[in-house]
């Protein structure tokens, strides 16, 4: 089915379909009314590499307890803004960030604030699963509550029962809790990062394209799972995958590169509105694939 | 629900009693890791400082000129010098084609399997303490002709340069692009000339690298000397059938003497001697290190 | 690998016979290796042989050293290579390991270059060079302070207490630890670096401070290779022979205390060798070689297999 795509000024057309309809789509959900925690408001937001600019003034706010998706083409930054919000590009030296942060009001770049503190709220998954190959299943879902001192074996037993659970592992593992981390296959060993970052009991759940590495149908079970988390967290996602972006999204946010090689933002929306009806030329040329 | 076992709210993200103690643990850890860095610094200070001070005012022209080591009369290193350069030449000339080969052999020819095996022989070998080599050299060049003697000396040196020089090779032949091998041999450049002109010459300058390092080292080594060369107080030259002195065993001799004057001596001998393994290795790092850096 | 391109290629008609020989060349020279090691070995049972004839295993464990009564036995060497060694690796290892850690994870990069360099520096130094030092400087240095000290508080435990001469058992292990200490470390930061960044990562990103990245990521994945670095230290110290000959005091026995004069089998076989008579006592000096060089050999495999375990890592490169 071919559709058409009529040029037209961007402040006034009619909807047009710019894919073709793709039952997955939900409406929008309404805010959570409980939704006290785990907002994060983004304003101005600059990142620096030494002196190179990588990611331009980003302004956008990230709802509570609904899944946010950051999308556009490689290179544009959307992974290095990802890590803004947990302060882990701090990790590489000479990197600078200009502009703010904040977690439920408070500035997560406020000198008083520290950055191991924050990541226990602000958990992260990433693209390879990297669970902890010396660990067994146990000691991996378990590792963010050791740092914390807390050794009581119930209370992590609990924990642990809870988070794997939550990650849809726990049938999957239950009877081999004592085995390495990595005896697990690529799908259950991103599930079980999962449970890792959900053990702590964080408010926000960031993902740097947390199904790229795995099969079809692993990555089905990632985004299952996704679905049933945003009830209890915030997520945010970085994907290159723009089905799943559509499929799983509450409100997208589409980053380019600008010609300066910084990557900005060019719109955020709800996802609906994203891919059905973009206020901006260029969203619409990469939503509906004209440009990789 | 996400966030209630939380303290909503300032110092939920500024930190906790137990996070301080993280922190301050944090900060403990790392200069207990920063000393350890300068624990290990500080023997390198005291030894080039002390033996730089006692070394020089050792030095003199008796030292380097005069041979003879009688008792707290005098005398100098020169025999030793005059036997280092040669015992550790001959060393070379004998290790390095060894050396070399084996090292092409292994990058080259050698299949997977026995390549490992080789390279692994070569790392157990540079594991072998050195006056073991001494030994081994004793039982089959000095012993049945009942003589010690400097050439000896010189292969126990060659058998600890040869899987220095060994491995160098391998390495830097293991850098050289497969494409430049293709290009002459497509030439229809012949595999030996291939090996020889092009890749060896491409990695020579590494290669000599390798052998200067190795140079440094059996310069300075004293237990494989001591039942092969044996040390002299006489001035050896081209003798090779004969003992020779070596710095390393001058200034071991001279250490053991309970005269001030031969103590001086070997300070000023071990300032020599440190002062070319040094130059050596400062050369053949900052070289490396800089063509690395390209 | 580049062999399969050159074997195929060599059907130049006149280059053959070069080539033939070239290749054989280079294999007799790299075989040249591997036979010195097996020669190495077999030289030294061969003519330590009288030896093992004469007493048997019992040399390992024979106490006496008398070459006038024709009795020899290896134990006061074996126990003072083992004691220096220990003390080298008890004092090596922490420092090392932490160094380590240091010039990989927390140094800056324009810190850690220049430290690494002077670290390998002070492994080129040749062994009599930091022996001589050792005599004059270090030796009395630590008779009058950390020697001293040791005996005020700790006299009073037996092995730790009796006269302190400088020269002896303690001032061996200490040089034998300034000896070691670039190994371990060289190794130990090697491995260190190998471990994924993603590893790293994964534990900044459950919150945690740098050290905890480090103690609870970073090392328990490095560790067997650290470990392999500690015993290629260890035996490092095993052989070390001019440094510890000219600090250990060249005393036959058992020592008393740890600062008591002793001996290790290679600053025995430096001393005594050139003096012994042939025959059974150059025999049995040979012997002491042999056990020395199976224990050295046998750290180095079982090190060499730990650390390329880490180096070449799960999964492949």
């Given at each position: 089915m071919t559709t058409e795509l009529r040029p037209a000024p961007s402040t006034d057309?009619?909807?047009?379909?710019?894919?073709?309809?793709?039952?997955?789509?939900?409406?929008a959900r309404p805010e959570p009314e409980d939704a006290t925690t785990g907002r994060i408001e983004i304003e101005a937001l600059n990142v620096y590499y030494g002196a190179f600019r990588a990611v331009r003034d980003i302004s956008m706010t990230v709802k509570p307890h609904a899944i946010t998706a950051i999308i556009g083409p490689s290179g544009c930054g959307k992974s290095t803004f990802l890590r803004t919000l947990n302060r882990m590009h701090e990790l590489i030296p000479q990197t600078r960030v200009e502009g703010s942060v904040r977690l439920d009001g408070e500035d997560v770049y406020d000198p008083s604030v520290d950055p191991v503190a924050l990541r226990r709220v602000v958990g992260m998954v990433f693209q390879r699963p990297n669970p902890f190959p010396t660990m067994s299943i146990y000691d991996n879902v378990v590792a963010g509550l050791r740092l914390t001192g807390r050794h009581r074996a119930a209370e992590l037993d609990e924990v642990m029962e809870r988070s794997l659970r939550r990650a849809a592992l726990w049938d999957e593992v239950k009877d081999k809790?004592?085995?390495?981390?990595?005896?697990?296959s690529g799908g259950q060993q991103q599930r079980l990062c999962i449970a890792r970052a959900l053990a702590v009991d964080p408010e926000v759940i960031l993902m740097?394209?947390?199904?790229?590495?795995?099969?079809p149908i692993a990555t089905l079970r990632i985004e299952e799972l996704m679905a049933e988390l945003r009830t209890n967290y915030t997520i945010v996602i970085v994907t290159h995958n723009m089905q799943q972006a559509s499929r799983i999204s509450d409100y997208t946010a589409f980053f380019t590169m600008g010609p300066d090689r910084s990557g900005y933002l060019v719109e955020m929306d709800s996802t609906v509105q994203i891919f059905?009806?973009?206020?901006q030329q260029l969203t619409e040329d990469y939503v509906s694939g004209r440009f990789g | 629900m996400a966030g209630a076992t939380q303290a909503i709210g300032a110092g939920r993200l500024t930190g906790t009693r137990a996070a301080s103690r993280r922190t301050r643990t944090d900060q403990l850890m790392r200069s207990v890791a920063a000393l350890a860095a300068i624990a290990c610094v500080v023997p390198l200070a005291a030894v080039l400082v002390f033996v730089t001070l006692n070394g020089i005012s050792a030095l003199n022209v008796d030292l380097l000129t005069k041979a003879s080591r009688a008792q707290g009369i005098g005398g100098g290193a020169f025999a030793a010098i005059l036997g280092t350069v040669q015992m550790v030449g001959l060393a070379t000339i004998i290790a390095v084609p060894f050396g070399v080969l084996a090292g092409v052999y292994v990058n080259e020819f050698a299949s997977r399997r026995s390549g490992r095996a080789i390279r692994f022989a070569a790392d157990v070998l540079v594991g072998v303490p050195s006056i073991l080599i001494g030994v081994f050299v004793f039982t089959f060049l000095v012993l049945p002709f009942k003589q010690y003697n400097a050439f000896a000396g010189s292969v126990a040196l060659a058998v600890i340069m040869l899987p220095v020089i060994m491995r160098t090779t391998e390495e830097i032949l293991k850098l050289v692009p497969v494409s430049l091998r293709e290009a002459s041999l497509a030439l229809g450049i012949p595999t030996w000339r291939t090996v020889l002109s092009v890749v060896l010459r491409t990695g020579l300058p590494g290669i000599l690298t390798g052998i200067m390092l190795a140079v440094a080292r059996a310069a300075g080594e004293t237990a494989p000397l001591l039942f092969t060369a044996l040390g002299s107080q006489l001035v050896n030259v081209g003798g090779f059938n004969k003992p020779m002195d070596a710095l390393p065993l001058f200034i071991y001799v001279n250490a053991r003497q309970p005269f001030e004057l031969q103590n001086q001596q070997a300070w000023g001998a071990a300032f020599l001697l440190l002062l070319f393994v040094l130059v050596v290795n400062i050369l053949v790092r900052t070289r490396t290190a800089g063509r690395r850096a390209q | 690998m580049t062999h399969i391109t050159l074997s195929a290629r060599s059907w130049q008609g006149s280059g053959r016979l070069a080539d033939i020989t070239f290749r054989g060349s280079s294999r007799i020279a790299a075989s040249a290796l591997v036979a010195l090691l097996i020669l190495i070995g077999v030289l030294l049972f061969a003519t330590s042989r009288l030896t093992w004839e004469t007493f048997g295993l019992s040399f390992v464990t024979g106490q006496t050293w008398d070459p006038v009564a024709g009795v020899f036995g290896a134990l006061p060497f074996l126990v003072g290579t083992i004691l220096a060694a220990s003390i080298a690796v008890i004092f090596a290892a922490p420092i090392g390991i932490f160094t380590a850690i240091y010039l990989s994870e927390l140094a800056p990069r324009r810190l850690a270059t220049p430290l690494t360099f002077m670290i390998e520096l002070l492994a080129a130094i040749p062994s009599v060079v930091i022996g001589l030092w050792g005599v004059f400087i270090l030796a009395p240095f630590l008779r009058l302070t950390v020697e001293a000290w040791i005996v005020s508080v700790f006299g009073w435990i037996p092995f730790l207490g009796g006269p302190t001469y400088g020269i002896g058992l303690f001032s061996a292990g200490v040089i034998l630890t300034i000896m070691i200490l670039p190994t371990i470390v060289t190794i130990s930061r090697e491995v260190i670096q190998a471990v994924p960044g993603s590893q790293r990562e994964a534990m900044f990103a459950l919150g945690a401070t740098r050290w905890e990245v480090i103690r609870r990521a970073v090392i328990p994945f490095a560790r067997s290779g650290i470990i392999g670095a500690v015993i290629l230290g260890l035996g490092r110290a095993l052989g070390e022979t001019m440094a510890v000959t000219m600090v250990i005091g060249n005393k036959d026995a058992i020592p008393a205390s740890l600062f008591d004069q002793t001996q290790t089998i290679a600053s025995k076989i430096a001393t005594s060798f050139s003096e012994a008579s042939v025959g059974i006592e150059t025999s049995s000096l040979i012997a002491l070689g042999l056990v020395l060089l199976v224990l050295t050999i046998i750290m180095n495999v079982v090190a060499r297999l730990l650390v390329w375990r880490v180096a070449e890592p799960v999964g492949g490169r």
């Open positions: 057309r009619p909807p047009v379909p710019v894919m073709p309809p793709a039952p997955a789509l939900a409406p809790l004592k085995s390495s981390g990595v005896s697990l740097d394209e947390p199904a790229s590495a795995l099969d059905t009806n973009p206020k | - | -």
